[in-house]
């Protein structure tokens, strides 16, 4: 496991993400993950090299995230928001992000860091 996609809702933009990650950075089927008991699965079970954890979050989705802070402190975490909402960020921010972006901005700059981090030898593609 190299990529981990979470994305609770089959949003248009979420599913836009999943497509792109699938075809431009080698995410595999088997490490998207719809519910927080699959995360919480993938992330705890063992990995040979350090995650890319990819977050898709919408409003109310960042409180049972964090629950899961504990797992995801050995991942580098990179997230979306789905909605530009002031009152979301902190929380966002609360589980120290590599990366942070708004799915309105598109997903040119996430795909572009994911690229780089594996070509700079960071995380196993």
Do not use: W
């Not at 809702?9 to 089927?29: D, H, I, V, Y």
């Not at 927080?36 to 898709?56: Q, S």
């Not at 909402?85 to 901005?105: K, M, Q």
Request: proline share 6%.
């Amino acid at each position: 496991m190299n990529i981990l996609y979470f994305a609770m809702k089959n949003r248009t933009s979420a599913l836009a993400l999943e497509q792109r990650l699938m075809s431009e950075c080698g995410l595999g089927e088997n490490n998207i993950c719809r519910t927080i008991e699959d995360l919480r699965k993938k992330l705890a079970g063992p990995v040979p090299h350090r995650p890319i954890a990819v977050l898709f979050l919408g409003p109310g989705e960042i409180e049972p995230i964090l629950n899961l802070k504990y797992l995801l402190e050995k991942s580098c975490v990179l997230i979306v928001l789905d909605q530009a909402d002031e009152d979301f960020v902190p929380g966002a921010y609360s589980l120290h992000p590599r990366f942070l972006a708004h799915a309105e901005n598109g997903f040119n700059d996430l795909v572009a860091v994911i690229k780089y981090m594996v070509e700079k030898g960071q995380f196993q593609k």
